[in-house]
């Protein structure tokens, strides 16, 4: 033993061989490095092999410092470490904090329903975003070659918003001109008739009721033998609707059962009717002459029914004073609907043209929206 270690000078006290103890070096260091952890101390890891280099009897052992930078230069065994519940570990993600949850034993884990929750939004948020840049690009698209529409679709709307844009003009121009104007403005152009009448239909599609049905429940339940006259008759509706004999007049023939003349100036003999009616016709400025020529081809006690929209109306007393200039008494009238006025007026007098004077009136005209 003081041969081999001749050189080195021993620290008293040594413990006994197996156990861990240290020595000084001198002249020449012998470095060993014994490795073990408390875990394989613990349970009796013998398998575990001690790497020496130039060991002896005894063990120098090396500084802290030394031992530090032994160990990174120096590839010893692998060592195996257990934790507490006695598993082995190799050494990476001993961290607690890096270790994977688990998910808990009913199935719900909070902290990934959260994450599913907010990689769902984001899905979400990605699909609303494709979306939206799908119509941009349709819309910029649309804008640069045109909306593509089918060819009839679009053709008729154009033809519907020209139909409805000459009716209106047509309108305005029967409430601005008399009986005798207008006559010839349709002969003039007989398709402005036509046309009229088109729109016209179109605006009683929109309307809640149709006050000229209004007026064929009342005329059935009167006799048979009544002759009835339809001044501004339009389509002739009224004579097809009804039993009674009836005379349909406008300003031009929609077919062969219109008599087609002006309305102050019909071919009617006088005092040859029972009824007369005026559904919505009641046109143009010399409303007197209308009134004049419906007391003349009436018979005495004869009724005149008149149904109007009621926005033409600024005073239904003074409209009611008008008619009675022109040999009428009024029987009764109805202004509870919201878009008509009914009135029954009953002749009294007969009242021949000029020889009273009579201040011309007009109610006002109805004007249609754009469709």
Known sequence: ???????????????????????????????LKEKKSEDSVRKGDNNKKLKEQNVGWSVLLPKKDETRNGDSDRKGP??????????????KNDNPKSKKRKAPEDGYDRHSAVSTDKSDDKSSMKKRKSNDHLKRTKQEASKKCGNVEP????????????????????????YKTTGEEAKKL???????????????????VQWSMNPLDRIIKNIRKLPRDTVVADFG????????????????????????????CDMSNTPLESN??????????????????????????????????????SSRFDNVNEFVANVKKCGFELVNKDLTHKLFYFFNFKKERTVIK?????????????????R
């Open 233 to 260: 008759c339009g389509e002739a509706r009224l004579a097809e609707s009804i039993p009674n004999q009836t005379y349909s007049l406008d300003l031009v023939a929609y077919n062969s059962s219109v008599i087609a």
């Open 1 to 31: 033993m003081s041969k081999l270690f001749s050189e080195c000078a021993w620290e008293a006290d040594l413990p006994s061989i197996g156990s861990s103890f240290s020595f000084s070096k001198k002249l020449g260091r012998v470095k």
């Open 354 to 370: 000029g020889s009273i004077k009579i201040q011309p009136f007009s109610l006002k005209p109805c004007l249609y929206k754009k």
């Open 78 to 91: 692998v060592s195996t470490n257990r934790d507490r519940n006695g598993k082995v570990t190799n050494g």
């Open 151 to 174: 060819a009839g679709s679009l053709r008729d709307k154009l033809v519907e918003r020209l139909k409805g844009s000459r009716f209106r003009y047509i309108n305005e121009q029967l």
């Open 186 to 204: 349709f002969q003039e152009d007989p398709e402005s008739f036509v046309a009229y009448h088109e729109g016209y239909r179109h605006q009683i």
């Open 272 to 309: 040859f009717v029972n009824v007369v009616v005026f559904c919505l016709s009641l046109m143009g400025t010399n409303l007197v002459d209308f009134l004049l020529e419906a007391n003349r081809v009436l018979k005495v006690g004869g009724l005149l029914k008149i149904a109007e929209v």
